[in-house]
């Protein structure tokens, strides 16, 4: 029985596999001349230099502006980039009480993610999606760090999409030391011939393919299987399944996607032709450098002078027949101002492709707040899809991943996430950018309307307490900070009180003067 599912399985990442070598030519590209140090998808390439096609480092920087750039926006370091708030199925008068609970939970979560290696292992997926696709491994932890984060190489892994068109495949194949197969799998099963390996032969290398996939047999359920085949033998060492929202361990997530395609198309193929471009002029630039510095002669062939004899350095004498020539210059052929303005308009090119940009200089002087916060909004707009994309495909399933983990350790306690009884709220720069865009919408509109129609129909029209409950989320406010309707409505009892004795004071004065007057 498991013989055959592991043909089935290995036949069906064969498949997957063979898709994906139509991608490859393309991927190795964009890694050759902007990420030299990431493994190539031919050969073991781990500790070998790959920089010999890169003679301009615009792409290189690029790269890794963008991950940080875009980890800045999307998820930064210690910061609350997402808040969980009660979804649609919790009632409306009891959503106030539950967000305050659930403001509690956001923090635990948070705490956990920031004593995590999350932002070094998410920074290195952003490389990769700058090329389409990112992949991070999601696993539990220990009694210390309880999540455990690792991005997943492009060339280890080989996806495919379902019915749906979505993800449901996952095949990650790697190379495992046999002393290391029980160390990875403690519950694993090993027939012979691997325990013979793992005492024998420890250090000696295997191939491990681990196999997630959906499982269309629960139905409205989220629910997956996974196995772990040793290639070399085709035997299964471990199966299982596990369902629930976040109990996939891998989370997949494209920049963008063209239609009946499977891997994400990122911003650096949009700038590939720039790159080439930029490299081969620099490498022209180059040649053309050294012609002009060491220089170019011709001369007579009078049987005297030997071209393969003369060493061109200071002090050297060169015999010459009499009224010859000898060695005359050439002129470097070539303009270098040409090749600067080609250069400098390439160059923005690939910035302007990686969104570098979008945030300004970083040598100027700061910006402030407010401009920051206008670029933001601009960014938001200019990678709209891709947001969205991010929003659904990393930041939830990370969010909803990292609660199934703390759930199923037994530190948390929570309702599913799911959008219905609890929801995830993105907070980050990025989506605050929105958030500003809507309020000053909402800013004009109050304004405009006072000034057509006066403060008597404002006031019929706004409710003053709604108003700054709205304002207080987009402006991301704790809902601690917040007094609860029930403080609210006791508040407005004491003030009215307070007016009401307030006014029969004063009528009690009036009324003692007119009995002295």
């Given at each position: 029985?498991?013989?055959?599912?592991?043909?089935?399985?290995?036949?069906?990442?064969?498949?997957?596999?063979?898709?994906r070598e139509s991608f490859i030519p393309l991927f190795e590209e964009c890694y050759e001349y902007s990420m030299p140090q990431r493994e190539s998808f031919y050969t073991e390439s781990i500790g070998?230099?790959?920089?010999?096609?890169?003679?301009?480092?615009t792409a290189v920087v690029g790269v890794q502006e963008f991950a940080s750039r875009l980890q800045a926006g999307l998820v930064p370091n210690f910061a609350r980039w997402a808040d969980f708030v009660a979804g649609s199925?919790?009632?409306?008068?009891?959503?106030?009480?539950?967000?305050?609970?659930?403001?509690e939970v956001t923090d635990y979560v948070f705490e956990v993610l920031q004593n995590s290696n999350f932002a070094q292992e998410v920074h290195e997926s952003f490389m990769d999606l700058a090329v389409g696709t990112g992949v991070l491994h999601v696993a539990e932890g220990n009694a210390v760090y309880p999540i455990n984060f690792s991005a997943v190489p492009l060339p280890h892994v080989v996806l495919d999409?379902?019915?749906?068109?979505?993800?449901?495949?996952?095949?990650?194949?790697?190379?495992?030391?046999?002393?290391?197969?029980?160390?990875?799998?403690?519950?694993?099963?090993?027939?012979?011939?691997?325990?013979?390996?793992?005492?024998?032969?420890p250090d000696v290398k295997t191939s491990i393919l681990e196999i997630v996939c959906k499982d269309y047999s629960k139905i409205n359920?989220?629910?997956?299987?996974?196995?772990?085949?040793?290639?070399?033998?085709?035997?299964?060492?471990?199966?299982?399944?596990?369902?629930?929202?976040?109990?996939?361990?891998?989370?997949?997530?494209?920049?963008?996607?063209?239609?009946?395609?499977?891997?994400?198309?990122g911003p650096l193929m949009n700038a590939l032709s720039a790159i080439k471009t930029t490299n081969l002029t620099v490498r022209l630039v180059l040649e053309n450098a050294q012609m002009a510095i060491s220089g170019i002669y011709q001369l007579d062939d009078d049987g005297i002078i030997n071209p393969d004899t003369i060493n061109l350095v200071p002090g050297t004498v060169i015999p010459k027949a009499p009224n010859s020539a000898g060695l005359q210059p050439i002129r470097a052929a070539g303009s270098f101002d040409v090749s600067q303005f080609i250069l400098s308009d390439m160059r923005m090119n690939i910035k302007k492709a990686l969104f570098n940009e979008m945030l300004g200089?970083?040598?100027?002087?700061?910006?402030?707040?407010?401009?920051?916060?206008?670029?933001?909004?601009?960014?938001?707009?200019?990678?709209?899809?891709?947001?969205?994309?991010?929003?659904?495909?990393?930041v939830q399933p990370v969010l909803q991943r990292v609660i199934y983990i703390l759930k199923k350790q037994g530190r948390i306690e929570i309702p599913t996430v799911n959008g219905r009884q609890v929801k995830v709220r993105s907070v980050s720069p990025l989506s605050q950018g929105q958030a500003r865009q809507d309020i000053n919408n909402t800013a004009q509109w109050m304004q405009l309307v006072q000034q057509s129609f006066g403060p008597e129909v404002m006031n019929l029209l706004v409710s003053g307490e709604e108003v700054a409950s709205h304002l207080a989320k987009k402006f991301n406010v704790p809902d601690s900070l917040i007094r609860d309707a029930s403080e609210r409505q006791e508040l407005i009892r004491l003030m009215q009180q307070a007016q009401q004795m307030q006014s029969m004071q004063q009528q009690q004065q009036g009324g003692e003067q007119l009995v002295e007057q």
């Open positions: 029985m498991h013989e055959e599912i592991a043909k089935n399985y290995i036949s069906k990442y064969e498949k997957a596999k063979t898709h070998q230099r790959r920089d010999e096609k890169i003679f301009d480092e199925e919790v009632p409306k008068e009891q959503r106030e009480e539950v967000n305050n609970d659930l403001d999409t379902g019915p749906d068109d979505k993800v449901d495949h996952i095949f990650r194949e790697r190379k495992v030391r046999y002393s290391d197969l029980p160390i990875l799998y403690p519950d694993g099963v090993f027939d012979a011939k691997c325990q013979n390996m793992i005492l024998n032969s359920e989220d629910a997956y299987l996974s196995y772990i085949v040793e290639l070399t033998d085709k035997k299964i060492i471990k199966s299982d399944s596990f369902k629930g929202v976040g109990s996939n361990p891998f989370i997949c997530f494209r920049w963008s996607k063209c239609s009946g395609e499977i891997y994400g198309r200089d970083p040598n100027k002087t700061p910006a402030t707040a407010t401009e920051i916060a206008e670029r933001m909004a601009d960014l938001s707009r200019q990678i709209g899809s891709a947001f969205g994309r991010l929003q659904s495909e990393l």
